[in-house]
């Protein structure tokens, strides 16, 4: 199809941009109208506070509305659901439809704030933002309000077709954690492989010793001995995030009880959270001479259990079950402690049983990962296909 010339534009000239107000947690309440916060729009099950501070009705927000977040979450999005206050941070977009329809002007945002992101505009070191001048100024070419029409339709139906692989691909995800979650639970109900039977029954704290760690504070600053120091941040659910390591003051008394093994099984306190408490995994020795901060408790057994075993009870629905149960508060919240995981139920049997279950649970997981893997690529590849069409769409391309 033929296209008309562009016209060089900026981003300013598209409409107006109104920055949202600063609404303090004095302003919250249980009544009143919504406030759209960046959290509300990257996460639309996050709650929404409201308010019933009085605000003139250019910061009101209703469905269909275009929103760009500037600071920390850097993207366009279309409010979708009911009406609400526009927070600071976020610009509420009123289009100037003399130059714009409000479809082309969604995308063109999406692609302009893909470009700024990768330029000089884009500051902050832990939170990133745009300033509104550059933002404004920001060039950008529109064609004719025919040709937006046009360009829209061919660029949904296309992104129809790639959310559909999308939305595939994360129902294949989901599917492969419940299939995870099925291969644990049957490793520790003894249906994964062919057992003996006679389990026993006992706790993680009468197999082996259950260890708290060091607190941090500012005397420690003054030790001459700093060692690598194991926070919350480097344990997740089977997984060592060993990236950001800290170093910390210890003491010559200190190492006996603090210094991490291999074998070791490092259980997360906890945040208050239930779907965060007791995260755990099998310390594999990957930095020698480390320590472990007292939000984290080490899990050290004896000659009955092997710490894989452990692992895979407490990473199973039945473990899970248990540590929330075990974690549980008269207050709601959920957190763990030495007396808490030293209580934690666990089913033991030989410990030639347990090898061969490890060995089988280590076999299904070590396909789930490599499928996950894929899928994470394939949706990479989508999400880079999109940015793609984006790029076609407004190099007049795609029609």
């Not at 509420?92 to 945002?109: A, C, E, M, N, R």
């Not at 000089?120 to 004719?144: C, D, Y």
């Not at 899970?320 to 402690?337: D, F, K, P, Y």
């Amino acid at each position: 199809m033929a296209t008309e010339a562009w016209t060089a534009r900026t981003i300013g000239d598209t409409g107006k941009y109104i920055n949202g107000l600063a609404f303090k947690p004095t302003d919250w309440g249980d009544d009143g109208m919504p406030i759209i916060r960046i959290q509300n729009l990257t996460n639309p099950t996050k709650p929404l506070n409201k308010t019933t501070r009085a605000v003139d009705s250019a910061y009101v927000v209703n469905p269909g509305d275009i929103l760009v977040s500037w600071s920390a979450t850097l993207d366009a999005f279309i409010w979708d659901r009911e009406p609400a206050l526009l927070n600071q941070h976020i610009f509420k977009v009123v289009p100037d439809t003399s130059v714009v329809t409000k479809k082309f002007l969604f995308y063109t945002l999406k692609k302009a704030i893909a470009e700024m992101i990768k330029s000089e505009h884009l500051h902050g070191s832990t939170m990133k933002h745009i300033n509104r001048g550059p933002f404004l100024a920001h060039k950008i070419e529109v064609p004719t309000l025919k040709e937006q029409y046009e360009i829209v339709a061919e660029l949904e139906k296309q992104f129809s077709r790639l959310g559909d692989a999308v939305a595939n691909l994360q129902r294949v995800k989901a599917n492969l954690k419940r299939y995870k979650a099925s291969i644990l639970k049957a490793a520790v109900e003894g249906r994964l492989v062919e057992t003996e039977g006679g389990w026993r029954q006992s706790t993680l704290g009468e197999e082996g010793a259950i260890i708290g760690g060091l607190t941090k504070n500012q005397k420690r600053n003054d030790l001459p001995l700093k060692l690598p120091y194991l926070r919350v941040a480097n344990v997740y659910a089977n997984e060592l995030r060993l990236d950001e390591i800290v170093y910390i003051g210890v003491s010559e008394r200190e190492l006996e009880k603090l210094l991490v093994r291999k074998g070791d099984l490092l259980i997360v306190e906890g945040n208050g959270s239930p779907d965060q408490i007791g995260r755990v995994a099998l310390w594999n020795d990957a930095i020698p001479n480390c320590v472990h901060q007292n939000h984290l408790i080490k899990a050290r057994f004896g000659e009955a259990v092997l710490p894989e075993w452990a692992l895979v009870w407490m990473l199973s629905p039945v473990g899970r079950n248990e540590i929330e149960q075990v974690s549980a508060s008269t207050s709601g919240l959920h957190t763990l402690s030495v007396g808490k995981v030293s209580r934690l139920p666990i089913s033991v049997p030989s410990k030639t049983e347990q090898a061969r279950i490890v060995a089988e649970v280590d076999r299904h997981l070590s396909i789930i990962r490599e499928v996950e893997a894929e899928v994470d690529a394939n949706l990479q590849r989508a999400q880079a296909l999109r940015q793609s069409m984006l790029a076609k769409a407004f190099g007049s391309q795609l029609v």
